[in-house]
């Protein structure tokens, strides 16, 4: 898997994790966040954008995000679960990697749904499934890893 950082170019999983434990280790007394949020566009195939988001609490952050496509995810309902399910992977590969490490940081999955819209319908089930994977989730408005960061780079 590849990301790319709109600073660095791209990066390999161990490359962006280096990345994130550098950044941490510059102002170590600071307060952190590791967000994951996936968007998604339909062209002519789906667009799927997963973007992980390192944020020094009132300092800013860092983010980097990888894209992928695929062909025959179109229904929303479908869209919104496969969303969900490559945060998951990336939060589980990210989880995994901290806790080889020793480290510890506050995570959280960003879903691109909502109470109002077109996805109110699924979000119980959605949220269900990232928080029994363990991890604490946000919907919109509180989403920004997907509905800004990651919509930013599915155009």
Do not use: W
């Not at 280096?18 to 002519?44: F, K, N, W």
């Not at 969303?83 to 589980?92: M, P, R, T």
Request: hydrophobic share 40%; with cysteine; proline share 2%.
């Amino acid at each position: 898997m590849e990301f790319i950082s709109p600073t660095k170019g791209r990066l390999s999983f161990e490359e962006v994790f280096a990345d994130i434990m550098a950044y941490a280790a510059e102002s170590p007394d600071d307060s952190y966040r590791l967000i994951v949020g996936t968007d998604s566009q339909i062209r002519d195939g789906t667009c799927f954008v997963t973007a992980l988001i390192v944020h020094r609490l009132g300092k800013g952050g860092r983010f980097f995000y990888t894209r992928s496509y695929e062909d025959h995810v179109r229904a929303l309902r479908q869209r919104i679960f496969f969303e969900a399910s490559l945060s998951l992977s990336v939060a589980s590969r990210l989880a995994e990697k901290l806790a080889e490490s020793g480290h510890e940081f506050d995570m959280e999955i960003h879903l691109d749904v909502g109470s109002n819209g077109a996805t109110k319908s699924l979000v119980k089930e959605v949220v269900c499934m990232v928080n029994g994977s363990g991890f604490l989730c946000k919907v919109k408005p509180d989403s920004y890893g997907a509905s800004s960061v990651a919509d930013r780079y599915t155009k």
